[in-house]
């Protein structure tokens, strides 16, 4: 079923154990883009961009993806020819893990990539990998995720958080749960959940790493009792009949961040014109995407082998926000994968990056606190963001930081990021 895909060292083949937003007004107004200027390192002021000089420095850019269902974005805008309208060829570049994407980041071999947000964050400060200044230009998608439990732990009762912890404690064999990266959204998602309920993720069960397309056939032979990824591969254990979903990560956190369009800061210092581009063909691909009636024909796309090489169905179905859980409950979802809604999604809210580092904090990847708001203004671009969606006409919002609510209860609005990551009962430590 799958493609297999040549790798690299850095690639993880195999399980590897590791212990009310504001009103959106109009974007384009010149003071307020004149005023989020000065957030910019002096090397993206001095690069600013000029009405008339605004052609792309580099006209053919290699962004990377894992074959995942929100992939779609950065296949859609070079498939049906969004990239050209702003002067770019953009190659989209598969990948076989998140290790592949952060060391060719890094080191250039790719302009930017579909990457998850906080594996962004774990580089710009050594954690996860090797410490660069990284760049998110843009939220690629909000929603779709979910957590798998096997049919394993189905037939022995563990259908939801309670009753998995119940399990756990009864039966003190060893649990072995997965994520696709140390510091990515789908390890913050697997620990949150797995907390909620009382279950430290890192004391009482086992945690390992595997790339996502990697994730069901390990279920399959039996190497991990549940794991949190992206779709398709939760669909797809589905459709295998070898798991079900236990909880979406919409329920963990409604509209929450997932993946972003990600790069190093020095491609932006010296291609803003290029980052600009690649923005506003990206924003043109997620409004085609979120609109419902294409969702079929990008269904059809990413399905093929050159993207996530699985069946249309399973893609489909969940992009569609129509979901069954394995169990014989289905439903339609209002919180599925978005792509646009409204420019809501693609807005770089610094609140969205400093939540990663106190989840961060809050496990011990993060030895003390840093200056959360510091560092998310340095990584995301919101001066060249907003340049983009002013030229494309996308609403941006009035607030840099966005209050929601999570699964257990706890409010996150980004204005006390150290009491907060402190704050939990389970953490490291």
Request: proline share 5%; aromatic share 10%; hydrophobic share 40%.
């Amino acid at each position: 079923m799958q493609e297999k895909i040549k790798t690299r060292k850095s690639d993880v083949q195999i399980p590897e154990t590791n212990g009310a937003r504001r009103g959106f007004i109009k974007a384009g107004v010149a003071a307020g883009a004149a005023g989020a200027l000065g957030m910019l390192p002096a090397g993206v002021r001095n690069a600013a961009w000029a009405a008339g000089s605004d052609a792309p420095e580099k006209p053919e850019v290699r962004i990377g993806f894992i074959p995942l269902t929100d992939c779609a974005s950065v296949a859609i805008a070079s498939e049906l020819g969004f990239d050209k309208k702003y002067g770019i060829k953009i190659t989209p570049s598969k990948e076989a893990s998140w290790a592949a994407v952060r060391d060719k980041l890094i080191d250039g071999e790719l302009d930017a990539s579909h990457v998850l947000y906080g594996l962004i964050y774990g580089v710009q400060l050594g954690i996860g990998g090797p410490k660069k200044d990284m760049a998110v230009l843009m939220g690629l998608n909000n929603n779709g995720q979910a957590i798998t439990l096997s049919d394993q732990l189905r037939d022995r009762g563990a259908m939801d958080g309670p009753r998995l912890k119940a399990l756990i404690a009864k039966d003190a064999r060893t649990y072995t749960f997965a994520q696709t990266f140390p510091t990515g959204t789908h390890a913050m998602w697997l620990y949150y959940w797995l907390a909620t309920y009382g279950i430290n993720p890192f004391t009482e069960v086992k945690t390992i790493t595997v790339p996502p397309p990697q994730m069901v056939a390990n279920m399959r032979v039996g190497n991990m009792d549940g794991f949190c990824v992206g779709e398709p591969w939760n669909a797809r254990a589905i459709f295998d009949k070898i798991g079900f979903t236990a909880v979406t990560t919409q329920e963990i956190w409604k509209d929450h961040p997932e993946k972003v369009l990600g790069t190093r800061l020095e491609f932006v210092q010296k291609y803003p014109n290029t980052a600009r581009a690649m923005i506003m063909a990206i924003l043109d691909a997620s409004k085609y995407i979120d609109t419902m009636k294409n969702r079929s024909k990008v269904a059809q796309i990413i399905a093929t082998k050159s993207y996530v090489n699985t069946e249309e169905a399973v893609i489909e179905g969940r992009m569609k926000g129509e979901y069954e859980n394995g169990l014989g409950k289905k439903w339609k979802d209002p919180n599925y994968m978005k792509f646009y809604n409204g420019g809501k999604v693609n807005f770089p809210y610094l609140s969205d990056g400093m939540w990663f580092l106190t989840q961060h904090r809050r496990w011990g990847l993060l030895k003390e606190d840093p200056d959360y708001l510091a560092v998310a203004k340095s990584v995301n671009q919101i001066e060249l963001y907003r340049q983009a969606a002013a030229q494309v006409k996308v609403p941006v919002p009035a607030n840099l930081l966005r209050t929601s609510r999570l699964i257990d209860g706890k409010v996150w609005n980004g204005k006390d990021p150290k009491e907060y990551a402190l704050g939990f009962k389970i953490k490291a430590g």
